[in-house]
């Protein structure tokens, strides 16, 4: 059984940063690709960032284009999210996913692509 472990979530005013960890364990595989998705009250959940299991090709949003990067360790089963200049509107439970994958180069960037999904961790920025 595969588990997805996310850490790093809190609050943090306007422009601050944070860092969200999420490590897979379990039965792994030879690749996965990863991703983070944030969900708002009253709105669906979007993906964030992602990140192909190679980690040589990323995705972000454009909403957090320059603000938010992610970067993954293979060798530890492991995917951050390192979100600077934050802003209120990033508030949200934040998801870390994991998707089984044929190629080391693909990332996914829909729901029903991944597999795996963490608990969530709540991130609040203040104004």
């Known amino acids: 059984q595969v588990q997805l472990v996310e850490s790093g979530g809190g609050l943090v005013q306007a422009g601050g940063s944070l860092r969200l960890s999420c490590v897979i364990s379990?039965?792994?595989?030879?690749?996965?690709?990863m991703g983070w998705f944030r969900q708002a009250p009253g709105k669906e959940r979007k993906i964030v960032a992602g990140?192909?299991?190679?980690?040589?090709?990323?995705y972000y949003a454009d909403s957090v284009k320059g603000r938010f990067t992610i970067s993954s360790d293979n060798a530890k089963n492991t995917v951050y999210l390192q979100m600077n200049s934050l802003k209120p509107e990033d508030t949200a439970v934040y998801y870390c996913?994991?998707?089984?994958?044929?190629?080391?180069?693909?990332?996914?960037?829909?729901?029903?692509?991944?597999?795996?999904w963490g608990q969530g961790t709540q991130v609040t920025v203040s104004s």
């Open positions: 996913a994991a998707g089984r994958t044929y190629s080391i180069w693909v990332v996914a960037t829909s729901q029903s692509e991944y597999d795996y």
């Open positions: 990140i192909s299991a190679s980690a040589g090709r990323t």
């Open positions: 379990g039965r792994t595989f030879s690749g996965y690709v």
